[in-house]
């Protein structure tokens, strides 16, 4: 811990700093599978990669049965899993996070719309009435992990309050992005698979609310809920934050009676038995590390636990794999021409010039009506380097990209888009954030 950082400001600050530094190094870990995956779709094992990825997979319950490709596989199975702890993050930001006062969320929520809305509009500008025109979410969200990773190589010169900030604002793109999957990018309706999957949601609110707080619970009936809704018609992801929504919040035990429970606890345990001696010998040592984890389960959250625990197998091996399925693509043929092609025009100038435009421009009026505050630490020139962050689109990106264009010889070039926008604006970020700042707010001599 850093001798500058009194023990209160640590224990609020250390909880973000590690959220931040798993962020980072996903984001790291998402940038060598992207190259990995980039290489192979451009060498001579190029049609088994393809292969691999287009493998057929299913399963059959006597008249029941589904099968698909290994990538909607991963793209809707697996990602629910990054979609629930995407909605896990949302519920505790709106419970206790930078989202739970108007105040505080003002800020990254107008940064956040402005940042959906513009890179939207010039999209769907070069893309209106064409082919291409189902591709306008495509620049609207932000990757977390890529655009913190970059934060963090800014520089410790960054203040804390500007990665909060970030996060905040992309959480928010999140939320905009699921509601855009569930409304615009849904194929035709089952009202029987949607009705049950109603039923299911309202169970699990009812499951809540009497205080079940079980994960092996929420749990199968969170697979009963992904079934539903995969089979419903609206994107099985949905089903993740849905999920996320009804998992518990709170505690059984109060801080004060847990700070008691444990203390007596901790005196049986150390009145029990002979010191030498493993506790493993002793009945009482035994009940008493027994009652101190039955109590440290009570006073925690089933939210924050299930939130910590998915969180480096979403970190490490979902989105990477993600990244190895998704991220693939043949250079090869015009490059120029595709991303002079209006859908590679449109997420190109809607990822780089929209979000910095979109995110700067809502931030600085909601700070100039007084509405929000920008935090005294963070300045207008740090504002509007995450703003060019925010441009970094990548896996949300490509997950829209899929949805928008699966199929189509565009996915190829949108992906290609996605790519070059989102390196462009992680080095732009960078440059502003690392060199130009720092270099016009030294003292000239």
């Known amino acids: ?15 973000f700093q590690q959220f931040a530094k798993v962020q980072a190094s996903q984001g790291i870990l998402l940038l060598i599978c992207t190259a990995i995956a980039l290489t192979l779709a451009n060498s001579p094992w190029a049609h088994a990669y393809d292969e691999l990825w287009h493998t057929e997979i299913g399963m059959e319950i006597g008249r029941w049965s589904v099968s698909d490709t290994l990538v909607h596989w991963i793209n809707d199975g697996l990602m629910v899993l990054f979609f629930f702890v995407v909605g896990l993050e949302i519920k505790r930001e709106l419970l206790a996070g930078e989202l739970a006062s108007r105040r505080k969320a003002a800020l990254p929520i107008g940064a956040a719309i402005g940042g959906m809305l513009v890179p939207a509009l010039i999209y769907t500008l070069f893309n209106y009435g064409g082919e291409g025109a189902a591709g306008w979410a495509i620049p609207m969200a932000t990757d977390i992990a890529f655009a913190l990773g970059v934060l963090t190589l800014a520089g410790d010169r960054i203040p804390v309050a500007l990665k909060v900030f970030l996060v905040a604002l992309a959480i928010v793109d999140d939320i905009g992005a699921v509601l855009v999957i569930a ?12 009705t049950a999957a109603g039923i299911v949601f309202v169970f699990l609110l009812l499951l809540n609310w009497g205080g079940a707080r079980s994960t092996l619970v929420y749990g199968g009936l969170g697979i009963v809920l992904w079934l539903c809704v995969l089979f419903s018609g609206v994107h099985a992801t949905v089903a993740g934050v849905l999920l996320a929504m009804t998992v518990p919040s709170r505690s059984d035990i109060g801080g004060r009676h847990f700070v008691e429970k444990v203390r007596t606890l901790l005196a ?17 040592r035994q009940a008493a590390a027994l009652g101190i984890e039955h ?9 924050i636990r299930l939130e910590h625990s998915l969180q480096p197998w979403v970190a490490f091996f979902i989105m990477p794999l993600f990244a190895l399925a998704n991220a693939g693509v043949a250079l090869g043929g015009d490059l120029t021409a595709r991303l002079l092609h209006p859908v590679g025009l449109g997420i190109i100038l809607g990822l780089v010039v929209g979000k910095q435009i979109g995110i700067f421009a809502f931030a600085t009026a909601a700070s100039g009506s007084g509405i929000a505050q920008i935090p005294p630490s963070v300045t207008r020139a740090q ?11 990548f896996t949300m990106a490509l997950f829209i990209a899929g949805l928008a264009f699966d199929g189509t010889d565009l996915l190829d070039t949108a992906k290609i888009a996605i790519l070059f926008a989102s390196a462009v604006s992680g080095l732009g970020g960078w440059l ?3 060199v130009i700042i720092p270099a016009f707010s030294r003292p000239r001599l």
């Open 1 to 15: 811990m850093s001798p500058r950082l009194r023990p209160p400001l640590a224990l609020v600050v250390r909880p």
């Open 295 to 303: 109590a440290v389960e009570e006073v925690g959250a089933p939210l």
């Open 268 to 284: 049986d345990f150390e009145r029990g038995g002979d010191k030498g001696h493993s506790h493993l010998q002793d009945e009482r």
């Open 183 to 194: 409304i615009f990018y849904t194929d035709g309706v089952s009202l029987t698979a949607l």
């Open 432 to 434: 502003i954030l690392r």
């Open 383 to 393: 504002i509007y380097g995450s703003g060019w962050l925010g441009g970094i689109g």
